[in-house]
């Protein structure tokens, strides 16, 4: 099974920019569609974005599209979040994940494989 370690998050202030990074192990990480969920105090884990296994297909979170890009480099085995003009609602633990489901899916439940997650603090 694929393994997930994500890194870059940090403290920012409110319209500045940070890039996301989650490096998976594994033979076959092209494989997987990838997403990113996060889940802030008190709140329940959310989906943020999603990424087709080639790479060609994305979809977002409404409150996040136009500010955030999912991307990834298979021959690399990484998956990056570039996240522009962050608002003090986007302070939450970042989560990428992994599903052997085809198709990009938004479902928390259809995600096999978690990373430890990466705090994002986005102060005002």
């Known amino acids: 099974q694929v393994q997930l370690v994500e890194s870059g998050g940090r403290l920012v202030q409110a319209g500045d920019s940070l890039r996301l990074s989650c490096a998976a192990s594994?033979?076959?990480?092209?494989?997987?569609?990838m997403g990113w969920f996060r889940q802030a105090p008190g709140q329940e884990r959310e989906f943020v974005a999603t990424?087709?296994?080639?790479?060609?297909?994305?979809y977002y979170k409404d409150s996040v599209k136009g500010r955030f890009t999912i991307s990834r480099e298979n021959a690399k085995n990484m998956l990056y979040l570039q996240m522009n003009s962050l608002k003090p609602e986007d302070t939450a633990v970042y989560y990428c994940?992994?599903?052997?489901?085809?198709?990009?899916?938004?479902?928390?439940?259809?995600?096999?494989?978690w990373g430890q997650g990466t705090q994002v603090t986005v102060s005002s």
């Open positions: 994940a992994a599903t052997r489901r085809a198709i990009m899916t938004y479902v928390k439940p259809d995600y096999d494989v």
């Open positions: 990424i087709s296994r080639s790479g060609g297909s994305t």
């Open positions: 594994g033979r076959t990480f092209s494989s997987y569609v």
